[in-house]
T-cell receptor
Framework: DTEVTQTPKHLVMGMTNKKSLKCEQH?????MYWYKQKAKKPPELMFV???????INESVPSRFSPECPNSSLLNLHLHALQPEDSALYLC????????????FGSGTQLSVL | GENVEQHPSTLSVQEGDSAVIKCTYS??????FPWYKQELGKGPQLIID?????GEKKDQRIAVTLNKTAKHFSLHITETQPEDSAVYFCAASTVGTDSWGKFQFGAGTQVVVTP
């Protein structure tokens, strides 16, 4: 299994809603990542987890809250988002030793109304 | 910090022809250069990569060349097929430091292969 699975594929939420994005991989990767991608732009790194611990937070607003409950799962909790947060949210994973080789999921297309 | 420029922004080719995408980088410390392909509705997929101690790498119809002196690297796709239509991103990174996922991506090239 070489897939990174993200759910849901599409999400529409209001600015007062709380929602969560989920990511799962079964490749034994111990590094997992969240990226944000606006239309026609490259991905931007948000968070990195290594061995289930947050190792990098790229100055992301606190309305985005990541969680890594185990080595296969990665969540992104969303609360009080703004319309400008609408984007494709990508999860990726890698081994720790070859952390430059990322495996991306297909993403969750988020619309904030 | 690192800055990566990618050209062209769009590229239309006839099926069977070759496609070339070029990137330049600014940080001489960069030592790893991946290329990602992103099809519509999907996440980026690593298609080929090259490290700074190698000048060229080939994998079937795709190849990447690196000129460290000039700080540029290129993706070459030969015998293009309709399934090569996608957005291609180049990137640069400094592996071996705390580079975790910190790629400087180019702006992307939309490749359209017409039958």
């Amino acid at each position: 299994d070489t897939e990174v699975t993200q759910t849901p594929k599409h999400l529409v939420m209001g600015m007062t809603n709380k929602k969560s994005l989920k990511c799962e991989q079964h490749m034994g990767h111990r590094a997992m990542y969240w990226y944000k991608q606006k239309a026609k732009k490259p991905p931007e790194l948000m968070f990195v987890y290594s061995y289930e611990k947050l190792s990098i937070n790229e100055s992301v607003p606190s309305r985005f809250s990541p969680e890594c409950p185990n080595s296969s799962l990665l969540n992104l909790h969303l609360h009080a988002l703004q319309p400008e947060d609408s984007a494709l949210y990508l999860c990726a994973s890698s081994t720790v030793s070859t952390n430059e080789k990322l495996f991306f999921g297909s993403g969750t297309q988020l619309s904030v109304l | 910090g690192e800055n990566v420029e990618q050209h062209p922004s769009t590229l239309s080719v006839q099926e069977g022809d070759s496609a070339v995408i070029k990137c330049t980088y600014s940080d001489s410390a960069s030592n790893y250069f991946p290329w990602y392909k992103q099809e519509l509705g999907k996440g980026p997929q690593l298609i080929i990569d090259i490290r700074s101690n190698v000048g060229e790498k080939k994998d079937q119809r795709i190849a990447v060349t690196l000129n460290k002196t000039a700080k540029h690297f290129s993706l070459h796709i030969t015998e293009t097929q309709p399934e090569d239509s996608a957005v291609y991103f180049c990137a640069a990174s400094t592996v071996g430091t705390d580079s975790w996922g910190k790629f400087q991506f180019g702006a992307g090239t939309q490749v359209v292969v017409t039958p």
